[in-house]
């Protein structure tokens, strides 16, 4: 088996949020010497936050947006920001992305978070 190869991570398709699933071109494949249903090993850098920025709803929204899934809130906080997670519509969410990274100004992102609807 091939040493490894350097892959650009991309955003996941909705249906495969949270499945453990890495979409692989055929000529990576060939290269790593794996064919589709094989378990591989993503090595790289996993983002988290704990902080009170994930208790708030907007502050939710903005980071599930920007692609960090994994988040620590207060145990208080938990049952709600868990039932708001559920309701969330992640693909409206992730599309969201390009426009905060090109944000002038954190009134511009509240703007972008709250009109956008992201409910399921």
């Known amino acids: 088996m091939a040493e490894g190869i350097e892959l ?3 955003e996941a398709l909705l249906n495969d949020v949270g499945r453990g699933i890495a979409r692989i071109d055929s000529k ?3 290269l790593l010497n794996v ?5 591989i090993e993503i090595k790289g850098k996993k983002v988290s936050v704990c902080g009170e920025m994930a ?3 907007l502050g939710l929204r903005l980071l599930l947006s920007l692609g960090i899934d994994s988040l620590s809130v207060p145990m208080r906080m938990f ?3 868990k039932q708001e997670i559920r309701n969330i519509n ?3 969410l992730l599309s969201l992305s390009t426009k905060i990274l090109n944000s002038s100004s ?3 992102i509240i703007e972008i978070l709250e009109s956008t609807n ?3």
């Not at 064919?35 to 378990?39: E, H, P, R």
């Open 106 to 108: 954190s009134d511009e």
């Open 55 to 57: 208790s708030d709803p």
């Open 35 to 39: 064919k589709s249903g094989d378990y």
């Open 90 to 92: 992640y693909e409206n």
């Open 8 to 10: 650009k991570v991309a």
């Open 79 to 81: 049952l709600k920001i």
């Open 28 to 30: 990576s494949r060939e």
């Open 118 to 120: 992201y409910v399921n």
